[in-house]
């Protein structure tokens, strides 16, 4: 392969990998969004002690979610990494958006909950329903 076709095929490479880094991000901004809705739904309702329990199980299962976006966005981001460290050089794994050679180095997805970025946004959505259902739930009063 000449060097044109080879920064050609860089760029095409880098883009499709930074369009896919994009939908992730999006995607973890999307469940934040949905996580807040979903929770401020449910205390709309000023249900009882027992149904107000249920937030902390769609919480935890959007905190999931959004760790494994971000474990996978952040693969992606060492599959960027190395396509423009090695692209030039070598073919391998030519065009391959499959970024599981990566993986083994990510934290896994309950290490990546405990991330300081997720950690603070469903640490304090979890704090603050708990304080909800102890004190202002309709029964503790």
Same mark, same amino acid.
Do not use: C, H
């Given at each position: 392969?000449?060097?044109?076709?080879?920064?050609?095929?860089?760029?095409?490479?880098?883009?499709?990998?930074?369009?896919?880094?994009?939908?992730?991000?999006?995607?973890?901004?999307?469940?934040?969004?949905?996580?807040?809705?979903?929770?401020?739904? @449910? !205390?709309?309702?000023?249900?009882?002690? *027992?149904? /107000? &329990?249920?937030?902390?199980?769609? %919480? +935890? $299962?959007?905190?999931?979610?959004?760790?494994?976006?971000?474990?996978?966005?952040?693969?992606?981001?060492?599959?960027?990494?190395?396509?423009?460290?090695?692209?030039?050089?070598?073919?391998?794994?030519?065009?391959?958006?499959?970024?599981?050679?990566?993986?083994?180095?990510?934290?896994? @997805? !309950?290490?990546?909950?405990?991330?300081? *970025?997720? /950690? &603070?946004?469903?640490?304090?959505? %979890? +704090? $603050?329903?708990?304080?909800?259902?102890?004190?202002?739930?309709?029964?503790?009063?």
């Amino acid at each position: 392969m000449d060097l044109i076709e080879r920064k050609k095929d860089l760029l095409k490479e880098i883009d499709l990998i930074q369009a896919i880094i994009n939908r992730m991000s999006n995607t973890s901004f999307l469940i934040k969004g949905w996580a807040v809705t979903m929770i401020s739904f @449910i !205390f709309s309702f000023r249900a009882n002690e *027992t149904n /107000l &329990v249920l937030v902390v199980i769609p %919480l +935890l $299962l959007f905190w999931f979610l959004d760790a494994y976006f971000l474990r996978q966005e952040r693969s992606y981001r060492k599959l960027y990494q190395w396509v423009i460290d090695n692209r030039m050089q070598d073919d391998s794994y030519l065009f391959s958006l499959n970024p599981s050679r990566f993986m083994q180095d990510e934290k896994s @997805i !309950f290490k990546t909950m405990l991330s300081i *970025t997720l /950690l &603070v946004f469903y640490g304090v959505a %979890l +704090l $603050l329903s708990i304080i909800y259902i102890i004190f202002f739930s309709p029964n503790s009063i």
